[in-house]
């Protein structure tokens, strides 16, 4: 049975569940969130591993072929590229339909998250480089040290041949384990999917959010089946695009239901590699890369929420102005929440709530109750860019080996 199969499994008998069980019960809900984060620890167990010693594999290659600058050029230019498109879709899909507005709350401000850069770039180089492998959601740090590790193993590869034998037996042994936690968590995805609607159904019991998540789901149904497709088939003379999105389907289904781009990324590494046939060179150098800074879909959504709170409390239009400084400060933020692979979205709305000021600093507030499916539907986005990106990076590196439809795993 194919992987995403499985998942999409779980999923729905993890819904069936949510409205058979009877959810009034505390103890139920409690137990319930805990096993959904049990799973998603269970998802992230081998993550750290795997991307420490597939960077430093990759980098040891990319360097020793002298393929580095050639794949980075490719790698941001996607990145960058993605998230210049997901921003311009989100504003103009919210500028031209204008969604209801938001009843105003009186809940005051509490605690508001932030995006502290000092500590971001701290956080990047540790006292030891070691310290950097015992963090579990920022995965940046790990890539750096691993970088580090593997461009030294290529500036004298006669003298790194013992420690290159350590890593590259270790990557298979990490990859081998990747799947093994991969297919078990397909089984924790009733959890995570059951709990993800107890939490949702209020939310859409309440009906103000349903527009906003409608938008959402068409432009997601309009970046999968008609941009990227489009983007492969122009710049990648790509004969068959859509088997890029067939095989993230996984990876897509895991990331909506978290949340998290984390686990997103173990189920990406694999899916590239066996089904799309991406090396692994690029595979472990590119789709890390991606998952940090590619946050194209946080921004998207990110956009869209900040319009509907303007429109929500004023009835006047924008200026020109306005929406270029929406456009600029949601594509910038995005790059600074690679710390953050669950939550962004929110984290994102809250700092330029209060960048822009104007008496709008609590207006985050309307939003916060529909918070984790709008963390939901940018999770979703940001998988599937890093999927589409890494493959656009591969074919124009030429590192990929096309696989039959009918062997994807």
């Not at 938001?102 to 995006?115: A, D, Y």
């Not at 298979?172 to 159904?201: D, H, N, P």
């Not at 004023?314 to 710390?339: E, K, P, R």
């Amino acid at each position: 049975m194919k992987v995403w199969i499985k998942y999409l499994i779980g999923s729905v008998l993890g819904i069936i569940a949510a409205f058979i069980l009877p959810m009034h019960i505390p103890a139920l809900e409690s137990t319930l969130a805990t096993l959904s984060e049990i799973a998603i620890r269970f998802g992230r167990y081998a993550l750290i591993p795997l991307v420490f010693f597939g960077t430093a594999m990759s980098l040891f290659n990319l360097r020793h072929k002298k393929h580095i600058l050639k794949t980075s050029a490719w790698t941001f230019g996607a990145v960058i590229g993605s998230t210049l498109i997901l921003v311009f879709i989100g504003l103009l899909s919210i500028l031209i339909v204008n969604l209801p507005r938001i009843p105003i709350t009186g809940e005051k401000i509490s605690e508001v998250p932030s995006i502290n850069i000092k500590e971001m770039i701290l956080s990047v180089f540790p006292f030891s480089g070691f310290k950097s492998l015992t963090e579990g959601l920022y995965i940046l740090p790990v890539f750096i040290f691993a970088a580090f590790a593997g461009g030294a193993c290529a500036s004298d590869t006669a003298a790194s041949k013992p420690v290159l034998s350590v890593f590259e037996s270790a990557l298979k042994l990490c990859q081998t384990m990747s799947a093994f936690f991969i297919e078990w968590l397909s089984i924790g995805m009733i959890a995570v999917s059951c709990y993800w609607l107890l939490q949702a159904r209020a939310i859409f019991e309440s009906k103000v959010f349903i527009p906003i998540f409608l938008m959402l789901a068409v432009d997601f149904v309009i970046v999968a089946l008609l941009v990227y497709p489009l983007v492969l088939r122009l710049v990648c003379k790509d004969l068959r695009p859509y088997h890029v999105l067939y095989s993230s389907l996984c990876s897509i289904i895991a990331g909506f239901f978290t949340g998290d781009s984390n686990i997103s990324l173990l189920t990406n590494s694999r899916h590239n590699k066996e089904s799309l046939g991406i090396y692994d060179e690029i595979n472990n150098f590119s789709l890390p890369l991606f998952s940090i800074f590619a946050r194209g879909g946080t921004a998207l959504v990110t956009s869209i929420c900040f319009v509907t709170i303007l429109r929500s409390y004023s009835s006047l239009g924008f200026a020109f102005y306005d929406v270029i400084w929406i456009f600029l400060i949601s594509f910038v933020i995005s790059f600074a929440l690679g710390s953050y692979p669950q939550g962004g979205t929110f984290v994102a709305l809250t700092v330029i709530c209060s960048m822009y000021g104007r008496g709008f600093e609590a207006g985050y507030l309307l939003l916060r109750p529909a918070a984790p499916i709008l963390c939901s539907f940018a999770a979703a986005f940001d998988v599937l860019s890093a999927t589409t990106g890494t493959y656009l990076v591969a074919v124009k590196t030429k590192k990929i080996e096309k696989v039959d439809l009918k062997h994807y795993i």
